[in-house]
């Protein structure tokens, strides 16, 4: 039941008094959902080394740390073919935009830790994945050389960014067609069963392991329940 309410965008605290138990409890049975969930992800890229995937999308989810002057990212890999998620990883970034400069003024300058999270994703999923893969990103320009040193022989397509439109929380866009549409669906999905990143809610992020927990969670639900 737990697990039902966490994949299904319901607070901690909406989920202690649903089920008429102390919010610690429910932050330990988080926690305890979360190892089984990363074991079985393991698992799950460990069977795929018999097949391994041969088209393969990859994106960053932007949300944030209590404020949106502390932002983070989440970079995501996805199987086109079954649009299961393969992997992930939160990074704390710096703030971009017009929110830069007020970002620096009160918090300091804050590193970026985007490229280190996107080779430990890769890290985490190459054995998985076919060496000849089609690997499909954005323009931004961190995906190349990440991609140059662990699939050398991939084909490698990047697509210019588009606007989002109101459906799907802005992750799905204003396209006629697509190329990205997988793991923009995907986003979407992220965004609506995962309370933390709802656009303009006040369940924010205190703590970036607590995120990666939900994510777990939410992915365990996604793969093996929501897509059957």
């Given amino acids: 039941m737990t697990q039902h309410l966490l994949a299904s965008g319901v607070s901690m605290r909406r989920i202690a008094k649903i089920l008429k138990i102390h919010r ?4 330990r049975k988080m926690d305890f959902l979360a190892k089984k969930a990363k074991l079985k ?12 995937i041969t088209h393969l999308q990859i994106d960053d989810l932007i949300t944030i740390e209590h404020t949106k002057l502390k932002p983070l990212s989440v970079s995501v890999a996805v199987d086109v073919k079954t649009r299961k998620f393969l992997g992930f990883q939160v990074s704390r970034i710096p703030a971009f935009g017009h929110l830069a400069e007020k970002s620096i003024k009160k ?10 999270g996107l080779t430990t994703l890769f890290e985490n999923i190459y054995q998985s994945i076919d060496q000849e893969v089609i690997i499909e990103t954005d323009e931004h320009k961190l995906y190349p050389p990440v991609v140059k040193k662990y699939f050398p022989q991939a084909i490698h397509n990047q697509f210019k960014g588009a606007k989002g439109c109101v459906a799907g929380q802005g992750e799905l866009k204003k396209l006629y067609y697509d190329p990205l549409f997988v793991i923009n669906h995907n986003f979407a999905m992220l965004r609506a069963n995962i309370n933390r990143l709802v656009r303009r809610t006040w369940c924010t992020t205190k703590d970036p ?3 990666e ?4 969670i939410y992915i365990d639900y ?3 329940f929501l897509l059957k």
Wanted: net charge positive.
């Fill in 24 to 27: 610690t409890t429910v932050k």
């Fill in 41 to 52: 992800q393991h698992s799950f890229l460990f069977s795929l080394r018999k097949s391994p």
């Fill in 107 to 116: 918090y300091g300058r804050r590193k970026s830790e985007l490229k280190d």
């Fill in 209 to 211: 392991k607590m995120l």
């Fill in 213 to 216: 927990k939900h994510l777990f």
């Fill in 222 to 224: 996604h793969n093996n």
